[in-house]
């Protein structure tokens, strides 16, 4: 299976999803108006991914702030990694990075935490 | 018409300094241009990167929820399409004006709306965002829904709106967040 490499741009962040290692990472801001053009090919590649994943799968969300748009994707993608996990295929869980000071990130890291049932790990970037 | 809304609030805001003005349709662009004119402002201010960030946060989705919710290309030629974003900064107190018609029958239920968040308390607006996002279904623009009750949250303060009778069929709806 393919990786999944997109590149940062001012309104969407990278995104490098690796199917040997199971290591996803989205890293920036992610303020596209409308968000589902640029979250469809992540939800599929994670779709394709859940067919055979790696026996373990992390990610890492290191995103500076993100729009009201991407949060109802963000929440997609975690529910997708909520099959997975349920599926018994992978072990799944997310790492959330966060500035020290940014209350609003912090928070969000919280509210997808009590939202999805996957371990969310909030870290101090 | 819509000229003299922006300049009753621009009067309105008289003694305060106006950071940037916009009138016209809100496309894909304009937040860009605002965070390039707001860097140079916050650069010459020194002002915090947590303040910026929230400036930049509340603003990108204060110009989106108006690019979601203007009224749509076939009423293109008449001024139903324009929408205003205008910022002001009172001792570095800063706060973001939009303003963008709506159909009259949607003014009541929008008001009720922002009430019942300007009555809520900080963990109520949480677990009300939390409820919403659970739900949310992305409108065929990308809308989630979900704009003023994230602005609202992260304003801390009470959101000022008001709707601006036009004639039968629309309104002129303004809304102010302050940014803390």
């Known amino acids: ?4 490499i997109i590149e940062e741009s001012i309104k969407t962040p990278s995104v490098a999803f690796a199917a040997e290692s199971g290591i996803l990472e989205l890293k920036g801001k992610s303020i596209p108006e409308n968000s589902l053009e640029f979250y469809r090919p992540v939800f599929e590649w994670i779709d394709n991914y859940g067919q055979s994943p790696n026996s373990s799968t992390e990610l890492k969300v290191r995103l500076e702030y993100f729009n009201t748009s991407s949060s109802k994707c963000l929440l997609d993608v975690f529910r997708r990694l909520e099959t997975l996990s349920l599926s018994g295929k992978s072990t799944v869980k997310v790492s959330w990075y966060y500035d020290g000071d940014d209350e609003d990130m912090m928070e969000a890291g919280e509210d997808y935490s009590a939202l999805v049932k996957i371990p969310f790990e909030l870290l101090k970037a | 018409m819509l000229s003299n809304f922006v300049n009753v ?3 309105k805001m008289s003694a305060q300094n106006v950071l940037y003005s916009y009138q016209g349709v ?6 860009e241009k605002i965070s390039a004119l707001m860097d140079k402002h916050f650069e010459e201010n020194s002002i915090p990167s947590e303040r910026r960030k929230k400036f930049f946060l509340i603003m990108v989705e204060c110009v989106q929820n108006v690019f979601h919710h203007q009224l749509k290309p076939e009423h293109e030629g008449q001024p139903f399409e324009s929408g205003i974003i205008v910022s002001n900064d009172e001792n570095s107190n800063y706060r973001i004006v939009s303003g963008n018609y709506i159909v009259n029958t949607s003014t009541k239920a929008l008001g009720e709306k922002i009430d019942k968040m ?18 949310a279904e992305l409108s065929e623009k990308g809308g989630a829904g979900l704009g003023i009750l994230d602005m609202a949250r992260k304003s801390k303060m009470p959101l000022e709106y008001e709707f601006v009778p036009i004639d039968e069929h629309y309104s002129f709806f303004i809304l102010a967040i302050a940014i803390p």
């Open chain 2, 118 to 135: 300007n009555a809520m308390s900080a963990e109520q607006l949480r677990a009300f965002y939390q409820e919403s996002l659970s739900v």
């Open chain 2, 26 to 31: 809100i496309d894909e662009s304009i937040t």
């Open chain 2, 9 to 11: 609030h621009l009067s």
């Open chain 1, 1 to 4: 299976m393919n990786n999944l």
